[in-house]
């Protein structure tokens, strides 16, 4: 059974930096991703990188503030988020997959994580 531990959400003012971590087991098998879903709101797709860390692809609303990298060698990924802003408060969701490429729709993620609150104040 595949287990996805998140960590490192919290409360920040706007502006500040969040850094999350996803800890999974044999991450080597997995490509690998972070939604998030606002209350009221669908879940929508962050980040997600492939299964060497050499492909990442960004939401519009991350790019530029956001960056996905994974060390397999310590089964850990990581998404820091930089320039937080309201908007981005919401549950954090790391997933991982086993299919080919890099997904960015949830329905091709097989596994996924508790999830990590992360709240912006203005």
């Known amino acids: 059974q595949v287990q996805l531990v998140e960590s490192g959400g919290g409360l920040v003012q706007a502006g500040a930096s969040l850094r999350l971590s996803c800890a999974v087991s044999?991450?080597?098998?997995?490509?690998m991703a972070w939604f998030r879903q606002a209350p009221g709101k669908e879940r929508e797709f962050v980040a997600a990188?492939?299964?060497?860390?050499?492909?990442?692809y960004y939401a519009d609303s991350g790019k530029g503030r956001f960056t996905l990298s994974r060390d397999n060698a310590q089964n850990m990924g990581s998404l820091q988020m930089n320039s937080l802003k309201p908007g981005d408060t919401a549950v954090y969701y790391c997933?991982?997959?086993?299919?080919?490429?890099?997904?960015?729709?949830?329905?091709?993620?097989?596994?996924w994580g508790q999830g990590t609150q992360v709240t912006v104040s203005s």
């Open positions: 997933a991982a997959s086993t299919r080919y490429g890099v997904p960015v729709s949830d329905v091709e993620y097989d596994y």
């Open positions: 990188i492939s299964r060497s860390g050499s492909t990442t």
């Open positions: 044999d991450p080597t098998l997995y490509a």
